[in-house]
């Protein structure tokens, strides 16, 4: 059964202070890992798909990086609007449509 | 290019009653999906239409639920004989079926079943 897993379920920083988020993914065949924003109260927000290892996608402060075991959300020198929770979902090539998503990171970024 | 859209946002329903939410899916995106969320986790996933056939179902979805798309536009999801336990964030996502996997996800209906 595919399964992502996130660390730390919540991180607080302090603006301008550079971290990681870690999502680490047991799935059987991969055919995409998914990385959404999502603010209280609102629907998840696309950030960025990787489909191999190795493969980096960046945008604004965030940078997205894959291994065959686990994906690294980055960010560098938050603000204070970089506070939200951090979503991770993989999809399977086993036919599949649906995305499995980890619990999420609760990010806040203190002024 | 609007947004996938969800109705009604907040619904408060008594236990035992059914309720019915729409979504209407990004323009010519012919892929169709609802999620559920409760607080502090993931979004989990229920059903997937591409265009107006149900082409999977999670175990999830008892046959309290049942979900529609017609005519390949619009979905209704209709959770007959509600429970406390149905109270959630109702999630709907789209996405184009031209090779891109990315959903992309409404604002929700938020289900209060007291």
């Known amino acids: 059964e595919d399964q992502v897993t996130q660390s730390p379920e919540a991180l607080r920083l302090q603006e301008g202070e550079s971290s990681s988020l870690n999502c680490s993914y047991t799935v059987s065949g991969l055919r995409g890992l998914f990385w959404y924003r999502q603010d209280p109260g609102k629907g998840p927000e696309f950030l960025f798909t990787l489909y191999s290892a190795g493969e980096e996608k960046e945008k604004e402060r965030l940078k997205a990086t894959l291994t065959k075991k686990e994906s690294f959300l980055h960010i560098t020198a938050p603000k204070p609007e970089d506070s939200a929770t951090y979503l991770c979902?993989?999809?399977?090539?086993?036919?599949?449509?649906?995305?499995?998503f980890g619990q999420g990171t609760r990010l806040t970024i203190n002024p | 290019d609007t947004g996938v859209s969800q109705d009604p946002r907040h619904k408060i329903t008594k236990r035992g009653q059914n309720v019915t939410f729409r979504c209407d899916p990004i323009s010519e995106h012919n892929r169709l999906y609802w999620y559920r969320q409760t607080l502090g986790q993931g979004p989990e996933f229920l059903t997937y239409?591409?265009?107006?056939?149900?082409?999977?179902k999670s175990r999830l979805l008892s046959d309290r639920f049942s979900a529609e798309r017609p005519k390949g536009s619009f979905s209704t999801l209709e959770i007959q004989r509600t429970e406390q336990g149905d109270s959630a964030m109702y999630l709907c996502?789209?996405?184009?079926?031209?090779?891109?996997?990315?959903?992309?996800f409404g604002p929700g209906t938020r289900l209060t079943v007291t």
């Open positions: 979902a993989v999809q399977s090539i086993q036919g599949a449509q649906k995305l499995v």
């Open positions: 239409f591409q265009n107006e056939a149900q082409l999977e």
């Open positions: 996502a789209s996405s184009s079926g031209q090779g891109w996997y990315e959903q992309y």
